[in-house]
């Protein structure tokens, strides 16, 4: 019996003639949102509901005609999207998005390599060895030997580093064995440090109370004395304390943990010291930064993130550990499905069997291009610029009699609030103050002209701009201070209550 040939089915298949002309819309239409992008909003005052219902569309049966499907995104783009890489955006700590990373992960997609197996992706996982042991010995001055991962962001780079400390500082085969029937693991940070630090130990299994939060001093920097007690205090209940997660620039007030002690603590207790640097890492990018960072050469294991203050498209977070054999002591695993002589082959290593990820898309393209197309002293200088608005911004506020610094600026954040001139001085004062400032970013937000964010300092509920954004410069710092004057004196006229002198 002869068996029937299916004929070709060519639907998806687009020639190159189809797939460029496709591609050239795509592209005058980014062309028009760079040249657009300073003068739109940077947000909007929509609901989910208004968004939803602009945005929902059915799946047509039969293909959507090209001159519908862009004016379609022609809207999300440009009438329902907030716009992070707008240069009054200033709020969460995401990058504007290089032009060259953007082609890069064009490319990247078109390419469309699996970077979990090597044989997959011979250049793309070149690529990331080269760039992510050039990350770790040029940059952070770790030795020869180390190396890493790109991964999808900060909370990855940071779980993926305490899984690796976890492991290699137990005592015991934590992936052969479990947790179960053992000691508690316990691992220290600071109440600054970023939320998803204590989530990775709520991942790995060590839950939440595993972790202990270690008060911090005056300047938001985690108290050494209090580090030490907290692990006697803990050996002498009879857990097993693993790591130590120091912040490289805290999410709220852009603070440096003291590195150096903390390196000398871990040394002393046999502990694995992992930096969360994913805001902050890249500026040892910058000499008149780098110095901050000393102690982090240091390290076991550093994270950080590129799509925040390297500027590159989401998404990549980067892990880099002293010992590069740690990875695949922590994740190797064998598929049946997969038979390889590397012997024979010469074929590299499957950076699948070095983290938790088997496929994996080509992250580390765009910030490969993004740091060959612009080079380093680009980036440094930018960096540093980044760190000097900060700093001008901090003076701007000082100088207004209607704004108060909330604290020192730290790298390249800045934190203030709105303080209307004349507001008495009793017990009411912080309390509606906490709330004056706690509507006006959501106003400010709302309005659209600029964009900013918050933090909680000492009980203060308190306006924070991050500058990590290569478009931003003096006239948007300015902008800021003014919208959030405007705004502010308005709300306090409708917000103040009688007994500090006002209607309401």
Not at 457 to 466: G, P, S
């Amino acid at each position: 019996m002869t068996a029937d040939r299916p004929a070709p089915v060519a639907d998806l298949d687009w020639d190159p003639e189809r797939a460029r002309a496709f591609a050239d819309r795509a592209v005058d239409m980014w062309q028009e949102f760079l040249e657009k992008l300073p003068d739109l909003p940077v947000s909007g005052r929509w609901t989910a509901k208004e968004i939803h219902d602009a945005v929902a569309l059915d799946v047509p049966d039969e293909p959507m005609a090209d001159d519908a499907l862009f004016a379609y995104l022609h809207e999300v783009v440009f009438e329902r999207s907030e716009l992070s890489g707008h240069p009054r955006f200033m709020a969460y700590i995401s990058g504007a998005g290089t032009i060259p990373g953007t082609v890069a992960d064009l490319v990247a997609a078109g390419l469309n390599a699996n970077v979990g197996g090597w044989q997959l992706s011979p250049a793309a996982t070149e690529i990331e060895l080269h760039l992510m042991r050039w990350f770790a010995t040029e940059l952070f001055g770790l030795p020869e030997g180390s190396g890493g991962l790109v991964l999808s962001g900060g909370a990855m780079a940071n779980f993926v580093g305490l899984k690796t400390a976890r492991d290699h500082r137990a005592g015991w085969n934590v992936r052969l064995e479990g947790l179960a029937g053992h000691p508690r693991l316990t691992m220290y940070m600071s109440t600054e440090t970023h939320v998803v630090s204590s989530r990775g130990a709520d991942m790995l299994g060590i839950g939440t109370e595993g972790v202990r939060r270690i008060p911090v001093d005056d300047d938001y920097r985690i108290r050494t004395d209090a580090l030490r007690a907290a692990i006697a205090d803990d050996r002498a209940l009879g857990f097993v304390p693993f790591a130590v997660v120091a912040s490289a620039g805290t999410v709220s007030t852009g603070v440096i943990d003291p590195l150096p002690e903390l390196a000398d603590i871990c040394r002393d207790e046999g502990l694995w010291f992992h930096v969360d640097g994913a805001y902050g890492g890249p500026a040892v990018f910058a000499d008149d930064l780098r110095p901050s960072f000393a102690g982090i050469e240091r390290a076991d294991s550093i994270a950080f993130d590129p799509h925040k203050w390297l500027y590159t498209p989401l998404a990549g977070g980067c892990l880099v550990v002293r010992r590069m054999a740690d990875l695949a002591e922590s994740f190797d695993a064998d598929a049946s499905y997969i038979v390889q002589d590397k012997e024979y082959t010469q074929h590299g290593l499957d950076l699948g069997r070095h983290g938790p990820l088997f496929s994996r898309s080509f992250w580390a393209l765009k910030v490969w291009v993004s740091l060959l197309a612009h080079g380093r002293r680009a980036y440094a200088r930018r960096i540093s610029h980044d760190a000097a608005l900060a700093r001008y911004m901090g003076a701007r506020v000082e100088e207004r009699a209607d704004l108060e610094l909330s604290t020192p600026v730290g790298l390249s954040i800045c934190c203030f609030r709105y303080v209307p001139p004349g507001l008495p001085d009793d017990d009411a004062r912080e309390p509606y103050l906490n709330d004056l400032n706690h509507r006006l970013m959501t106003e400010i937000q709302l309005d659209g002209r600029v964009y900013i964010s918050n933090a909680i300092l000492h009980d203060r509920f308190v306006l924070r701009a991050c500058i990590v954004n290569f478009r931003t410069e003096a006239d948007d710092i300015d902008a800021v201070l003014d919208v959030a004057a405007e705004l502010g004196a308005a709300l306090d006229a409708e917000m103040r209550p009688a007994s500090l002198g006002g209607t309401a």
